[in-house]
């Protein structure tokens, strides 16, 4: 360069000019906004399959999303939290192993820990007397069902079924000599059904003690057309309003298999079994299987979850999305002790399962049934969570459905949008999609990440980044968010109102990359976060091949 | 302030300049390295004063090259004199209007080469010799040993910044009375990144201008020391004047 001198200072300046500092330093930045669908997990291994440009939209797959759940066009939510009902663990805090609501007759929830049942009476889990045996096991799911003001239980271990009925202060053995090696139990047509690992039993009409094991039986070991056996189990069993779905399939089966029950108007065989054809899957275990909607859905030891609208088979399954995550990270083994519930609230389906190595269920993943197109691969929107959950059930409160859940401590809890987190609070955490920030050759400066975060209340959420595939995720440094006030229940003269309409943050970035994966997680374990939206500010750089 | 990772912090104040992927940290130490030498050349930022002996016959002596008289030689500093000769009388003889081309001298002074050593020089001249070195030459050739015969004024590019807490020109030495300018070394970092890396060119000006304010300023800092007694003069004349005459 040529010396320092007046010359040419002067020369620069006039080169410089002067503009605003908008022109000098942001013009070259464009804002790259991503906002909805901001769909759920898939397992993909093609990282980069989804064609994202400037304002393109595209689906959400996420590897590492965890206790958050995002409706199409809707923002990135925090999963709603659950408060436990019982204030006292149940049965010395074993597993909650059945929740049942007894409405029909008595309007509390029946719940069995392990070797034990009760009821919960406002709160208070109390032992009814007289349990005959029941195997002390975690796995030993119970079965409830009403006939008459009787309430029948049933175990999956194959215990001795049980009845309770009015006044409702002890259990008492199922009379009517019923089979042995009854593990579930269900109430269709009039009549109580158990369930054993070949016959389906049904009751006298209106009358829980009377069975005859010779004429009033389906026989499932005939149906799968196998001679004695093909090593299938009837493995669950699903009333669907004026049929009941049956599905075998077990743990020593490479086969499964589907069949529904209905009536056929003849009064010497009432009942008629037909086969649907499923491509030689059926359900995994007892509680792997459960009606959403009008469909029925469940888990298949392919580690798919296939489902069943009417007699008609959906191929391929709506779980090929999380399949590959399932047979690599979970205990397939454990597939029978799989078990589903229903968050109506939100239109989930929820599917609780082990890890690999595990002998309890650690995860549950749920499915959005109201808003995903089941066998379109991309639009099956699963969602992450670390909930533990071993039984599932339902309760109507002030005439709402409300998920019941049952943890491994003895604690059965609500779920509820707004409820605050059981015990120890969980990780949210919300990974994106590999963002292309435009043109796919084209690096890119990226100078920072603003976000639009939904306004409830102060949170404080970590920023990391991926930028290549290999590459492990970089912390950037924590949203800092003020909440905004709701207006509707504050006192004119009394309260401040305060905080933002949108709880609007930024973090400054500063790297060069040509793809993004974000990631967001509470910095603080009992503070959730909704997002609706953010926006990357990118400006095209030239690089050499260094990079 | 600023040490070189002082300076590193500077320039990644810019947030064009953050990226450790755009500017690598490697990529940013060649560039204020080269900025701490442009601003010695540019701002006189490391003035030094050095002596060697004269020697006996000797007709030039290397300032920048193998076996140099001087340590990182830029250019002589004319503002402080330049060359200072000392006779074996021990008397200061200034050399700055002495020195002459060597071509002048081949045209005026035929045969110089062959002139009777003396203690009195009548010219000197700086030239190059036949592998390069720069060097600094007197008519006649020295007559005798005398120590500290020379005396330079030059501007030095120091010692390059190597470690983290090195300065600039001296690396465990902070000189305090550049300090102000050495903010100079970052923006020509951020010059040269802005129209090498983000291709920039606004911002390069920017930093451009930036740095040239400073290499201006700082020399002018630098030629006031060896000004004092015009400043002196001109401030204590304005002062007088200002009580005589009201002002100037």
Redesign the interface.
């Not at chain 1, 010396?3 to 007046?6: E, K």
């Not at chain 1, 500063?510 to 990359?513: F, L, S, T």
């Not at chain 2, 890396?197 to 920039?200: A, P, V």
């Given at each position: 360069?040529p010396?320092?001198?007046?010359a040419?200072?002067e020369q620069?300046?006039r080169?410089?000019g002067r503009?605003s500092w908008q022109?000098?330093?942001l013009a070259?930045y464009q804002p790259v906004r991503f906002s909805g669908p901001f769909g759920g997990f898939t397992s993909h291994q093609t990282t980069d399959t989804i064609p994202q440009a400037p304002n393109r939209r595209g689906l959400t797959k996420s590897p590492d999303l965890l206790n958050m759940y995002s409706r199409p066009f809707g923002a990135i939510t925090s999963f709603p939290g659950h408060v436990n009902i019982n204030a006292v663990a149940a049965n010395s805090s074993k597993a909650i192993t059945g929740v049942s609501w007894m409405g029909q007759i008595s309007s509390r929830l029946l719940v069995a820990a392990q070797n034990q049942v009760g009821f919960d009476d406002a709160g208070t889990w109390t032992q009814l007397t007289g349990s005959p045996t029941i195997t002390d096991d975690d796995d030993n799911f119970m079965d409830v069902a009403y006939l008459n003001d009787v309430a029948v239980l049933a175990f999956l271990k194959k215990d001795a079924p049980l009845q309770v009925a009015s006044p409702f202060t002890a259990t008492t053995t199922l009379g009517g000599s019923p089979r042995s090696g009854v593990k579930g139990c269900f109430s269709w047509d009039g009549r109580m059904w158990l369930v054993s690992d070949q016959n389906i039993d049904y009751s006298a009409i209106n009358n829980v003690a009377s069975y005859d094991l010779t004429d009033d039986t389906l026989n499932f070991l005939q149906t799968t057309g196998a001679g004695t056996s093909d090593g299938t189990i009837i493995s669950a069993w699903v009333v669907a309003g004026d049929a009941v779905y049956v599905g075998k399939a077990g743990p020593n089966s490479t086969l499964g298999h589907l069949f529904r029950i209905s009536r056929t108007g003849n009064p010497a065989s009432p009942y008629q079994i037909e086969r649907i054809e499923t491509g030689g899957v059926g359900p995994s275990g007892s509680k792997a299987a459960i009606m959403a909607g009008q469909d029925l859905v469940f888990l298949a030891n392919d580690g798919n979850v296939h489902l069943v609208r009417g007699n008609l088979y959906v191929p391929n399954g709506i779980g090929r999305s999380i399949q590959r995550t399932l047979v690599a990270d979970y205990s397939m083994s454990r597939m029978e002790f799989a078990s589903m519930g229903l968050l109506r609230e939100h239109g989930y389906l929820g599917l609780s399962l082990s890890l690999s190595g595990a002998t309890t269920n650690a995860r549950a993943w749920w499915y959005d049934y109201l808003n995903s197109q089941p066998g379109n691969e991309e639009k099956e929107f699963w969602h992450h969570t670390d909930h533990a959950i071993n039984a599932w059930g339902e309760r109507i409160s002030s005439g709402q459905r409300q998920l019941v859940a049952g943890n491994y401590a003895g604690r059965y809890a609500r779920h509820l949008s707004g409820d605050s987190y059981a015990g120890s609070a969980y990780t949210k955490r919300w990974v994106g999609p590999w963002h292309l920030l435009g043109d796919p050759y084209q690096w890119y400066?990226v100078?920072g990440i603003a976000v639009a975060f939904e306004p409830t209340g102060n949170f404080n959420v970590t920023f990391s980044y991926a930028k290549d595939f290999d590459q492990a995720f970089t912390t950037v440094g924590t949203f800092n968010v003020k909440g905004g006030a709701e207006l509707g229940s504050f006192v004119l003269g009394t309260d401040t109102l305060g905080g933002d309409e949108h709880g609007v943050a930024w973090l400054?970035i500063?790297?060069?990359?040509q793809r993004i994966k974000p990631r967001f997680t509470n910095a603080n374990a009992d503070e959730p976060f909704n997002i609706l939206n953010y926006a990357l500010l990118v400006?095209p750089?030239?690089?050499g091949l260094d990079? | 302030m600023p040490t070189f990772a002082n300076l590193r912090a500077r320039v990644r104040l810019d947030?064009?300049l953050?990226?450790t992927?755009?500017l690598s940290v490697v990529d940013l130490d060649i560039l204020l390295k080269e900025g701490a030498l442009?601003l010695a050349?540019?701002?006189d930022a490391f003035i030094r004063r050095a002596q060697w002996d004269a020697v006996a016959s000797a007709q030039t002596y290397v300032l920048s090259g193998a076996s140099a008289q001087v340590a990182n030689y830029l250019d002589l500093y004319w503002e402080a004199g330049g060359m200072v000769q000392l006779t074996n009388a021990g008397k200061t003889v200034p050399l700055q209007e002495k020195f002459r081309s060597e071509s002048w001298l081949d045209l005026h002074v035929p045969a110089w080469q062959d002139a009777a050593a003396s203690e009195t020089i009548t010219y000197c001249y700086l030239s190059f010799n036949s592998v390069g070195d720069l060097v600094f030459g007197v008519y006649p050739k020295s007559k005798t040993a005398v120590t500290n015969a020379f005396t330079l004024y030059y501007k030095s590019r120091g010692t390059e910044m190597s470690a983290d807490g090195d300065y600039p020109w001296v690396a465990a030495t902070l000189l305090t009375h550049t300090e102000p300018y050495q903010i100079g070394i970052a923006y020509y970092a951020q010059w040269k990144a802005h129209e090498t890396?983000?291709?920039?060119q606004?911002?390069a000006?920017?930093y451009?201008?930036a740095y040239?304010?400073q290499?201006?300023a700082l020399?002018e800092s630098q030629r006031k020391i060896f000004a004092a007694e015009l400043e002196g003069l001109m401030e204590d004349a304005m002062r007088v004047a200002s009580e005589s005459f009201g002002s100037l």
């Open positions: 360069m010396p320092a001198s007046v040419l200072l620069t300046i080169q410089a503009r022109e000098e330093f070259d400066e100078l400054e500063g790297d060069v990359m400006r750089v030239y690089r990079i | 947030r064009a953050k990226s992927t755009l442009q050349n540019d701002g890396f983000t291709i920039n606004a911002r000006l920017y451009k201008q040239l304010e290499a201006l020399r």
